[in-house]
Nanobody
């Protein structure tokens, strides 16, 4: 089973940018769709974005469309989430997760993902 580790979180001002990384180990990520999820204080975890194993399908939820970009570098066994124009509402712990069900990627639905990282904190505040 693949192990995932997120990095790149931190404190940023509104309007700023961060790039999160999701590094895989124990298995190649080539065969997995990778999703990003987030959980804000007092709220349930929600989907953010997903990229298919081939990289040809990329999906976003409405709150982040046009601001976030997901990408993958299979040679580095890493998936990225570039976050631009960050808002205070983006403050959350961000998790990446792997799914063997590529066709489920567009729905970014938590039960479809099998392996999870421990998360990285993103705080957007002035």
């Amino acid at each position: 089973q693949v192990q995932l580790v997120e990095s790149g979180g931190g404190l940023v001002q509104p309007g700023g940018s961060l790039r999160l990384s999701c590094a895989g180990s124990g298995s190649t990520l080539d065969y997995y769709a990778i999703g990003w999820f987030r959980q804000a204080p007092g709220k349930e975890r929600e989907g953010v974005s997903c990229i298919k194993s081939s990289g040809n399908g990329r999906y976003y939820t409405e709150p982040v469309k046009g601001r976030f970009t997901i990408s993958r570098d299979n040679a580095k066994n890493t998936v990225y989430l570039q976050m631009n124009n960050l808002e205070p509402e983006d403050t959350a712990v961000y998790y990446c997760a792997a799914s063997t069900r590529d066709t489920k990627c567009p729905w970014i639905y938590e039960p479809d993902f099998d392996s999870w990282g421990r998360g990285t904190q993103v705080t957007v505040s002035s």
